[in-house]
């Protein structure tokens, strides 16, 4: 299970943040400290996932490099892997 963590965080570092017009009225999701790892991601493994898969489909080679710093993602003991 590490492992799997430690990949998707590995992908999540390498992966760039893409930017959009983004026309929807939704209002973005508070950041963990220190990074741009939204702070559901560092609670809920589920959202840890979404977040991982959202960020490694995202194909844009000139977009800025995320900043993730020192933010843990969350895990779970119980939960079954899913692919990304």
Do not use: R
């Amino acid at each position: 299970m590490k492992h799997i963590l430690i990949g998707t965080l590995a992908a999540a570092l390498l992966a760039a943040c893409g930017g959009g017009d983004g026309g929807g009225a939704q209002a973005p999701s508070p950041n963990a400290p220190g990074g741009e790892v939204p702070l559901t991601a560092t609670q809920d493994a589920a959202a840890a996932h979404a977040f991982v898969a959202s960020t490694a489909a995202t194909s844009s080679e000139t977009a800025e490099p995320l900043a993730v710093g020192p933010t843990p993602l969350a895990t779970s003991e119980t939960d079954e892997p899913k692919p990304l």
